[in-house]
């Protein structure tokens, strides 16, 4: 796990308080340089699976504060190497000594918040992939659709979502659905438009298996929400992963638009069910590993709302996933 380095300037009386609050957490290094003005630099150095319960203490205790902020800076290395701590006995350590190998909930945060956001730059990745994924599936190119796959567009507004509802954050919650809805729907907008004006073979094999609901296509979608919501969490690179959840969203949407716009809309709502299962099971698995990471809110009031919109949100991408599974076999 990677190091994280936390900092904030606070009174020199309080320098004391933090020295007694940290002897209980698991620090590599903690200083405090003096200032002026009767103020002291504090500086934490620990690993990040360690960083959130430290940050939880000092928001409680001192970030309330008018002028105060606390800062945490991603580490790259030291010199001389930091070791690392030995873990507690098994069946002896609390959650606080061996907390889930991943980031804490502020930088987890800060890393997604930004995804939820529809800007102009997000529309127009949108409509990149699009335009590769159909030229993809036009040319039958597993190749090209990987291209597009790569651009990864959804992934942000799908994990955004799936940590809003964890978090009981209606804000972000509200503002990754718009962003995925604009973007979902502009994919489909501008490949139905392709479709109308390219004759697509929707017997080719790209589009063909992607024009109904297969038993594989359910573990590759649950895999692929499980990998982005990790990927963020451990703070690794999203970019591959993000491969992953666009297998499952990109190429079965893109799919519907071309074979819709070239009439065939049987084959079309094939492909579309094939979308919305992918999309209701990618939010499920997000949810359900953002929970198994232990990402809580740090109040009790916010813990009590996030129950509530967790327990909702399950159960309704639950029963979605059931209407839309007994629709298909019905339909069969």
Not at 138 to 155: F, Q, T, W
């Amino acid at each position: 796990m990677a190091l994280r380095l936390i900092e904030m300037v606070l009174p020199e009386k309080d320098g004391a308080d933090v020295r007694e609050l940290l002897k209980k957490r698991k620090v590599l290094e903690h200083r405090q340089l003096r200032l002026s003005e009767g103020e002291v630099l504090v500086r934490i150095l620990l690993d990040a699976e360690h960083s959130e319960g430290v940050l939880d203490l000092l928001d409680e205790r001192y970030a309330g504060e008018k002028g105060n902020r606390v800062l945490v800076l991603p580490v790259e290395a030291t010199l001389p190497r930091a070791e690392p701590q030995p873990t507690a006995a098994t069946g002896q350590a609390s959650e606080q000594e061996n907390p889930p190998a991943r980031i804490g909930r502020e930088e987890l945060y800060e890393d997604i918040k930004d995804a939820a956001q529809c800007t102009a730059v997000y529309l127009t990745m949108v409509v990149l992939s699009t335009v590769v994924a159909a030229v993809g599936l036009y040319y039958d190119s597993v190749a090209i659709i990987i291209g597009a796959m790569v651009i990864a567009p959804l992934l942000g507004p799908n994990m955004a979502l799936s940590l809003g509802t964890t978090l009981g954050d209606l804000s972000l919650l509200w503002r990754a659905l718009k962003t995925a809805v604009a973007g979902i729907a502009t994919t489909m907008v501008l490949s139905v438009i392709i479709g109308m004006l390219v004759e697509v073979n929707p017997e080719s094999p790209e589009v063909a298996s992607r024009n109904a609901v297969a038993p594989g296509d359910l573990a590759v979608a649950l895999a692929s929400g499980c990998a982005g919501a990790l990927a963020f969490t451990t703070g690794g690179s999203a970019t591959l992963i993000g491969v992953m959840v666009a297998v499952a969203l990109l190429p079965p949407l893109v799919t519907f638009g071309l074979l819709f716009g070239g009439g065939h809309p049987a084959l079309a709502m094939g492909a579309l069910s094939l979308f919305l299962m992918n999309l209701i099971c990618v939010n499920l698995a997000g949810v359900t590993t953002f929970l198994a990471q232990g990402i809580r809110p740090a109040t009790w009031w916010e813990k009590e709302r996030a129950v509530r919109a967790t327990g909702i949100a399950l159960g309704l991408w639950a029963a979605l996933l059931g209407a839309l599974v007994g629709m298909i076999l019905l339909l069969r």
